[in-house]
């Protein structure tokens, strides 16, 4: 049996989207996803850092904007960085494949 790396999740955009391009000339975007958990009377919000790339990219950063609510598929990836303090953070990542 081969491995399997899907997610799919619903929610709401809750950044200014900004086209950019990579050093090698390829347009992506990054999207805050917010979705909400409810248990009793409490909602539980998780924010998912979500990459677009390409011609979806341009098409998101064209018809989306902050606070539509959206449909993403992709895989889980991973990254890391330094922060301020010289920490290194690991963020998990969901690529590609939007549908709104």
């Known amino acids: 049996m081969s491995d399997f790396n899907r997610v799919i999740l619903l929610g709401r955009i809750g950044n200014k989207l900004e086209l950019k391009t990579s050093g090698d000339g390829k347009q992506y975007l990054h999207i805050s996803l917010a979705t909400n958990a409810y248990r009793g009377s409490d909602t539980i919000t998780d924010w998912h850092r979500v990459m677009v790339f390409g011609t979806q990219a341009q098409t998101c950063f064209t018809y989306l904007k902050k606070g539509a609510k959206i449909l993403v598929e992709g895989s889980l990836g991973g990254s890391s960085y330094k922060n301020k303090e010289g920490q290194k ?10 549908k709104h």
């Open 89 to 98: 953070v690991v963020v998990l990542i969901i690529v590609n494949q939007l």
